[in-house]
């Protein structure tokens, strides 16, 4: 399945610089960065279960955002990319 992950994290001291670096390292282990703050990933079920547990730990619910966006898997009839970065296939898994 398709998931869009945004996120928000406070950077106002160390520990957020360091929770901020923590949640994009979790999210380009399994998926394409296509904004500052909001990756593409592809992951079954367990694949998902695993993700998501990561980044719930990595967070500060008070102080930082995080927004899953579960896009099914007709993944071609629910995104349109018009820009300079280049689409990825979404045919091909994302894990690496």
């Not at 909001?38 to 695993?50: G, H, L, T």
């Amino acid at each position: 399945m398709l998931i869009l992950i945004t996120y928000d994290v406070n950077t106002q001291d160390a520990a957020g610089r360091k929770r901020l670096r923590r949640v994009a390292k979790c999210c380009v282990n399994y998926g394409v960065r296509v904004q500052n703050s909001v990756f593409e990933c592809i992951a079954d079920a367990a694949q998902w279960r695993v993700l998501k547990e990561k980044l719930l730990k990595e967070i500060d619910e008070k102080s930082d955002s995080l927004r899953f966006y579960y896009l099914g898997d007709s993944k071609k009839a629910k995104v349109e990319h018009y820009g300079a970065e280049p689409c990825f296939t979404m045919d091909e898994p994302l894990l690496l």
